[in-house]
T-cell receptor, first 110, second 116 residues
């Protein structure tokens, strides 16, 4: 079983919809949680970074962490075709290494 | 400011050969990390270099090695290539702390390696 589980998708939604992307993890020692976005033929870019349980908002993006359930989410409001990409969650373990989810491919249909 | 650059962008090799990939970090960045990305395994951490020293290492065999030069440029080498080494190899740079504390890493576009 992988330490971080993420549904690879693809997840296809119409433009303007609210998107929910999720990751579950098994290691309770994870303390830092990140969401990256990766466009085709590009490297990942950091979208959101959170430390504690709760919500963090940045424009149309909201990151949510529930440490008790070992579950993190990324919500995208008013989704746009330009949001079509692969979204990867990542977490830092006790050895300060980034452990990655496999990524969810998101398609926003105009 | 120029981003992270990686060369070459695409590479085709045969089993048993060796390959060297290059990464130039963002100017002023001293930490360089390498990752392997495959559809089945996702992103996996290879190693991290800071000030020419390997600071952290993932769970990969000794065929995978790297180094960092005094100008922070980094190379990674894979010897005795296997079919399973086909992947996108990503390099990421950061100012100094690397993954510690979640310091932002900036990724290059990657080198796509195909082993036949």
């Amino acid at each position: 079983q992988k330490e971080v589980e993420q549904d690879p998708g693809p997840l296809s939604v119409p433009e303007g919809a609210i998107v929910s992307l999720n990751c579950t993890y098994s290691n309770s020692a994870f303390q830092y949680f990140m969401w990256y976005r990766q466009y085709s033929r590009k490297g990942p870019e950091l979208l959101m970074y959170t430390y504690s349980s709760g919500n963090k908002e940045d424009g149309r993006f909201t990151a949510q962490v529930d440490k008790s359930s070992k579950y993190i989410s990324l919500f995208i409001r008013d989704s746009q075709p330009s949001d079509s990409a692969t979204y990867l969650c990542a977490m830092i373990d006790s050895n300060y290494q980034l452990i990655w989810g496999a990524g969810t491919k998101l398609i926003i249909k105009p | 400011k120029a981003g992270v650059t990686q060369t070459p962008r695409y590479l085709i090799k045969t089993r048993g050969q060796q390959v060297t990939l290059s990464c130039s970090p963002i100017s002023g960045h001293r930490s360089v990390s390498w990752y392997q990305q495959t559809p089945g395994q996702g992103l996996q951490f290879l190693f991290e270099y800071f000030s020419e020293t390997q600071r952290n290492k993932g769970n990969f065999p000794g065929r995978f090695s790297g180094r960092q030069f005094s100008n922070s440029r980094s190379e990674m080498n894979v010897s005795t290539l296997e079919l399973g080494d086909s992947a996108l190899y990503l390099c990421a740079s950061s100012l100094g702390a690397g993954t510690i504390g979640g310091e932002t890493q900036y990724f290059g576009p990657g080198t796509r390696l195909l082993v036949l």
